[in-house]
Structure formats: structure tokens, C-alpha cells
């Protein structure tokens, strides 16, 4: 009769500690096809994990958040649970009520950065102008307004600043003999 240990496929814990799902992954030396698995699952609950993630940032508890929306916890449960294609529109109505937050949602192929920083811009622009628009009307809070504008100005500019510290020093030489000629 064998008596040998009869694997079970039961993983004994580790006593490790990751920052990731896929730093675990990683280190753990786990095989191509359930990295393929995690990453599919991954991006088959892209809006649930975020729906998650909002009821946990404002703290509560999938029963608090139950009694918020008025269903049971058990509802909540299977909604964190499912796949983003089984999701409502007005469970994420839900949740963001509840919650009191906000979620973006983008279908479609990805933006480019640049794409990216041109909306920002856009948006950025249509929020200033509606501030100026305040300011105009409310002579109170003109000076506050002005305030903002200043610090606003004074933060995009060390942003810019920063960032373009990070591109490659080649390109300094580069844009020198551009402002030269030009």
C-alpha cells in the first residue's frame, strides 16, 4: 500500500507579503497560463473592481452600502463578485450615490497621452473661464478667484518645468538650434 502524501493543489501560505496580485504572481514563479488567467479576469472586472474600491474608500462596509442603496448585503456581494459585463448602469448610479463619488467611464480604444493632456487642456480651459465668469459676477469673490489663478498658473508652470526636466538631455541641444534659427 502507498502511503505517500497526496497533493491536494492546496497552496500552504507563505507567511510572504506582496504590494500586487501580480507581484505574487511574479515571485512566486507562477505558470504562464494562470498569469493568462489573472490578467483575463482582470480585465473582464475593470468597473467592478472600481465599484469596490469606491464603497471602500468611503469607508464602508458591503452591508452599509446595502443599506444605502436598499437592497442586502448578499446583492452586494454578488455585484463585487461578477464580471463588468453583467453590470447596470444603474447599479454604477448606485454606487456612486451611496458613496458620494465620482467614477469616469471611457469606452472605445485607449487615448494617446497626448490625446490625454489636449482634453485636460480643453477642460482645464472650460473651468477657468467658468471661474472668470464667477468673478465677474460676484465682485466678493473676485480677489479669491484672482488668488487661484495665480497659484493655478504657478503650479502648471512647475509641472511643465518638471516634466520636461525628465526628457533625454539630447533634446535640450536640439531645441537650442530650433529657437536659434527660427
Known amino acids: 500500500m502507498n502511503t505517500a502524501p497526496v497533493k491536494t493543489g492546496v497552496a500552504k501560505p507563505t507567511g510572504r507579503r506582496y504590494a500586487s496580485v501580480s507581484e505574487l504572481l511574479h515571485k512566486e514563479k507562477v505558470s504562464k497560463g494562470v498569469r493568462a488567467e489573472v490578467s483575463a479576469l482582470n480585465a473582464q472586472t475593470v468597473v467592478v473592481r472600481q465599484l469596490a474600491s469606491l464603497r471602500a474608500h ?75 465668469d464667477i468673478a465677474q459676477k460676484h465682485d466678493e469673490l473676485d480677489p479669491h478667484i484672482q488668488g487661484f489663478f495665480g497659484e493655478a498658473f504657478f503650479n502648471i508652470l512647475n509641472i511643465l518645468a518638471e516634466c520636461q526636466s525628465q526628457l533625454p538631455k539630447g533634446r535640450d541641444d536640439f531645441e537650442m538650434r530650433l529657437t536659434s534659427v527660427g
Open 58 to 132: 468611503a469607508g464602508m462596509s458591503q452591508t452599509e452600502l446595502a443599506k444605502k442603496i436598499g437592497c442586502t448585503q448578499s446583492r452586494i456581494s454578488k455585484i463585487e463578485a461578477s464580471k463588468d459585463e453583467d453590470i447596470t448602469l444603474s447599479v454604477i448610479r448606485d454606487y456612486v450615490q451611496a458613496t458620494e463619488s465620482q467614477l469616469g467611464l471611457f469606452c472605445g480604444k485607449p487615448v494617446s497621452h497626448v490625446e490625454a493632456v489636449k482634453n485636460h487642456a480643453l477642460s482645464i480651459r472650460r473651468h477657468l473661464e467658468s471661474l472668470a
